[in-house]
């Protein structure tokens, strides 16, 4: 059984910074791709970042400067950290990942956390 297990979403001001974290735990082999998503009320979930096991990053162009993303390996952890954080960051961030686990190649889901900025 593998989880994605989110934290650090809370109220922050504008201009401000959070790190979010998403810890993958179970039967994993290799991460082939870690990804942030987020999504605002009443708007589509959209890409943040992405990291792949190559180290690759991929950024959505509203976060490029503001965001990094990077991984700690040996604890399939993902971070996302946000700095100069904006009224327009305020979502609830998600980690996916696609995880080759000891049977399969599948996606996975976190259960979500709440990022509000106020300004």
């Known amino acids: 059984q593998v989880h994605l297990v989110e934290s650090g979403g809370v109220l922050v001001q504008a201009w401000g910074s959070l790190r979010l974290s998403c810890a993958a735990s179970g039967n994993i082999v290799r991460v082939n791709i870690m990804v942030w998503f987020r999504q605002a009320p009443g708007k589509q979930r959209e890409l943040v970042a992405d990291i792949v096991s190559g180290g690759e990053t991929n950024y959505a162009d509203s976060v490029k400067g503001r965001f990094d993303i990077y991984r700690d390996n040996p604890e399939n952890t993902v971070y996302l950290q946000m700095n100069s954080l904006k009224p327009e960051d305020t979502a609830v961030y998600y980690c996916?990942?696609?995880?080759?686990?000891?049977?399969?190649?599948?996606?996975?889901w976190g259960q979500g956390t709440q990022v509000t900025v106020s300004s």
């Open positions: 996916y990942a696609n995880l080759h686990t000891t049977s399969s190649v599948r996606d996975y």
